[in-house]
C-alpha cells in the first residue's frame, strides 16, 4: 500500500515538474516562433556618418565619420529584432568621399553571395551620404536578385541631440523585409521616404530631408511600420541587367568634366593623357558644348575615348542630336541621369562594348 502512494506521489511530483519547465520554456518558444516568422536581413556596415561621432551631443557639423561599428550600431536599435532576424558584416569603415571603383565590387559582389541564399531575404546597406546615390545605382546595376537592397544613411552623427541614425536604419531593414519592396530596384530610405537609386540625388548639404528625386518624385513612404508604394522606375535595374561584375577585377577609368563659361580644355587633355576611357561631360544647359571645346573633344574620341554628354542641371532629358550633332560627334547622351550616374553605368557598359550606338541604347535602358 505504501509503495503504491509513494508512487503516485512520484508520478505527481514529476508531472509538477514537467509542467514547471514546459511553462518557464514557453516564452522562449514562442520568442522561436515569432522569429521563425521574420524576415532574415543581413546589414552591411560601410562606414558614413550614420556610424559617425562628434565632440559633444549639439555636434553636427564637424564630427568624425566611420567611427561606430556595425554591432554597435544594431545595438542602439533594439527595436530591429521586433520587424527582422538581424545580422550585420562590417564590410568597411570609411567616409563615403572615399568610396572607390574597388569598395563598389566588393560590396556588390558580398551581396550578390548573400541574396543567393535562400535563409536571406534583403540587405540593408549603411552608407555615407555624400556618395549614397553612387553606390545606391551602382548595386542597381549590379546586384543580381530582387530581394530587396536597401541603402541608408544618416546626416547627423550617432552622438548628436536627434540623431536620424536609428530611425533610418529601422525603416531600412524594415523596408529590406517588405514584399512590397521585391523587384523594385536598389531602394534608398532615408527621412521616412522611399527613394528609387536611379533618381534620387543628395540636394542640401546638411539637413536631414537633403534626398530628393526632384523630377520624377519619390517611390513612397514609409510610416506606421510599414512600406507603402505609389509608384516604381520603368527602367531595369537588378536581375534584369546585362552587366556581369562576377569576374571583374577592376572598372574602366571614366571621369567627369564640369561646363562653365570660358572652360578650357586642360582638364579634359589631363584626364584623357592620364588613360581615360570614358568622359562625362557635365555641360550647361542640354549638355552644350562650348566652341572651344568641340574641336578638344574629337581629339580625345579620335584616340578611342568615349564621351557621354550629360548636364549640370539636374534635372531634364539630354536631347540626342539637340545642342549637338551626336551622330556627327560619335557621342552619348545621358538621358536625365547626372553625371556622376552618367560615369557608373558608362564604366559597366565598356566592360561589354566600345559602340556608342550600343551604349546609347543602355542608356535609354537603365
Known amino acids: 500500500m505504501l509503495s503504491r502512494n509513494f508512487h503516485a506521489y512520484a508520478q505527481l511530483l514529476f508531472g509538477v515538474l514537467l509542467s514547471t519547465q514546459l511553462l518557464a520554456g514557453a516564452p522562449a518558444r514562442a520568442q522561436e ?23 559633444d551631443s549639439t555636434t553636427t557639423v564637424g564630427y568624425t565619420s566611420a567611427t561606430v561599428g556595425v554591432e554597435r550600431l544594431i545595438a542602439a536599435v533594439p527595436e530591429l529584432k521586433k520587424v527582422a532576424n538581424v545580422k550585420g558584416e562590417q564590410v568597411f569603415q570609411i567616409a563615403s568621399e572615399s568610396m572607390t571603383n574597388a569598395h563598389w565590387l566588393t560590396l556588390a559582389k558580398r551581396i550578390n553571395v548573400l541574396l543567393a541564399r535562400p535563409d536571406v531575404d534583403g540587405v540593408v546597406v549603411t552608407h555615407g551620404t555624400d556618395t549614397i546615390e553612387e553606390t545606391a545605382y551602382f548595386l542597381d546595376l549590379t546586384v543580381k536578385s530582387r530581394k530587396p537592397v536597401v541603402v541608408v544613411g544618416a546626416m547627423r552623427p550617432s552622438t548628436a541631440i536627434s540623431a536620424d541614425g536609428p530611425i533610418n536604419l529601422y525603416n531600412a ?3 529590406a523585409g517588405s514584399k512590397d519592396a521585391v523587384g523594385k530596384g536598389v531602394l534608398v530610405a532615408l527621412n521616412d521616404q522611399i527613394n528609387a537609386a536611379r533618381e534620387v540625388t543628395k540636394t542640401n548639404t546638411s539637413t536631414t530631408d537633403t534626398f530628393k528625386s526632384t523630377e520624377l518624385g519619390m517611390l513612397g513612404y514609409i510610416q506606421g511600420n510599414k512600406a507603402f508604394f505609389y509608384r516604381q522606375s520603368t527602367r531595369k535595374n537588378t536581375a534584369d541587367t546585362e552587366f556581369d561584375i562576377s569576374k571583374l577585377e577592376a ?25 581615360a576611357k570614358g568622359i562625362v561631360q557635365a555641360g550647361v544647359g542640354d549638355g552644350s558644348i562650348a566652341a572651344q571645346m568641340k574641336g578638344p573633344l574629337i581629339e580625345a574620341r579620335k584616340k578611342g575615348v568615349l564621351i ?23 557621342t552619348v547622351v545621358a538621358d536625365t541621369l547626372n553625371a556622376q550616374k552618367a560615369r557608373i553605368l558608362l564604366m559597366l557598359a565598356l566592360t561589354k562594348t566600345s559602340n556608342t550606338q550600343e551604349i546609347q541604347r543602355m542608356f535609354y535602358t537603365y
Do not use: F, K
Open 173 to 175: 531593414v524594415l523596408l
Open 33 to 55: 516562433a515569432s522569429a521563425a516568422h521574420l524576415p532574415n536581413i543581413v546589414i552591411l556596415a560601410t562606414g558614413g556618418t550614420i556610424a559617425g561621432s562628434g565632440a
Open 251 to 275: 572598372l574602366p577609368q571614366v571621369d567627369i568634366i564640369y561646363g562653365y563659361a570660358n572652360m578650357g580644355r586642360v582638364a579634359l587633355d589631363a584626364l584623357v593623357g592620364a588613360g
Open 308 to 330: 557621354v554628354r550629360a548636364s549640370r542641371v539636374g534635372q531634364g532629358i539630354v536631347a540626342r542630336n539637340g545642342e549637338a550633332n551626336d551622330d556627327e560627334l560619335d
